[in-house]
């Protein structure tokens, strides 16, 4: 029984912990940020829409910190910008530019 209010209370604490992307803000599309264990200052941004078809995808050679909001709206941004258009962009550093980031 212990055990099993232990791990109630941990599922609860991991579920309220739990911070995903604001879906009011993004009614077209969602943004995924995706980084390897081994190289932490390299991450890939992907920028999605309602199909879950790849729109923008761009790497990111710096750490972006997603807890923060202005990168979050940042991103957000992008993403409803990146919606107004209809086929997939090349790498035009739309991230870097957006988050004032250097190489």
């Known amino acids: 029984m212990k055990k099993l209010i ?3 209370c941990i599922l609860a604490f ?3 912990a739990v911070q995903a992307q604001n879906k009011i803000a993004s009614a077209h599309g969602f ?3 995706e980084h390897n264990v081994n190289l932490p200052r390299v991450q890939t ?5 309602d199909n ?3 729109i923008y995808e761009e790497t990111v050679y710096s750490k972006l910190n ?3 909001q202005k990168t979050r709206l940042a991103l957000d941004q992008i993403l409803e910008r ?4 209809t086929a ?4 035009k550093n739309l991230v870097m530019l957006s988050l004032n980031l250097r190489n």
């Open 88 to 91: 997939y962009i090349e790498n």
């Open 45 to 49: 941004v992907k920028f999605y829409n």
């Open 52 to 54: 879950n078809k790849l």
């Open 6 to 8: 232990i791990t109630i």
């Open 31 to 33: 943004w995924v940020v």
């Open 82 to 85: 990146l919606n107004e258009r």
């Open 66 to 68: 997603i807890k923060k």
């Open 14 to 16: 991991a579920a309220a």
